[in-house]
């Protein structure tokens, strides 16, 4: 299994650093089960196939409990397109880049908190200029982590986390090399 990928792109060279795909097949396998395992809530083997139907996916008894249902199934439908969504990507999510003009990066902000949408956001691009330190921190709880401290401030890169340790020294390597 190939994480990373060298591109040369004439004289320049960009490194992608992807998301392990393991996490990604796990995380979609286990929505799909969960949108489809949630689907035989309110089945009962005795009912009727028109009971069954309106206990499990469509209640058309009144208004209310269409839109309650109506509700249900597209978060059912959610999960499980959600989960087939990260199977098919799941050796295309990257995390980070590296080239000979900069470091680009996912970050999580901070402002929406959302981080599970975070793979959803462009990456961010921070020019080797504009860096002034890169460093592994070492934690008992988190493990190795990349911080980068630029003219801005200093910013714990937490998306990053889930590479490997060589995957961070070279980033850290390639950031020192080109930038600092």
């Known amino acids: ?17 992807y998301l392990p795909n393991w996490r990604s097949i796990i995380v979609g ?14 089945y009962h ?5 028109k009971e069954n139907f309106s ?7 009144d208004i209310f409990r269409f839109l309650i249902s109506f509700f249900i199934l597209l978060l059912h439908l959610t999960f499980i397109i959600g989960g087939f969504l990260l199977l098919r990507s799941s050796k295309k999510i990257i995390r980070a880049r590296t080239d000979k003009k900069g470091l680009y990066f996912k970050r999580i902000e901070k402002k929406t908190g959302m ?32 911080e980068l401290e630029t003219f801005q401030g200093k910013e714990i890169l937490t998306m990053l986390n889930v590479l490997s340790r060589k995957e961070k020294e070279q980033i850290c390597q390639t950031v020192k090399e080109f930038g600092i």
């Open 1 to 17: 299994m190939k994480r990373r990928k060298s591109v040369a792109k004439g004289r320049q060279i960009c490194i992608n650093y």
């Open 29 to 42: 396998i286990v929505l799909i089960i969960m949108g489809g395992s949630t689907f035989f809530i309110g």
């Open 45 to 49: 083997p005795n009912d009727s196939f």
């Open 55 to 61: 206990a499990m996916i469509l209640d058309f008894k």
């Open 115 to 146: 981080w599970a949408l975070a793979d959803l956001d462009p990456l961010v691009f921070v020019p080797y200029i504009q860096i002034v330190n890169i460093r592994i921190i070492e934690s008992n709880w988190y493990g190795p982590r990349l």
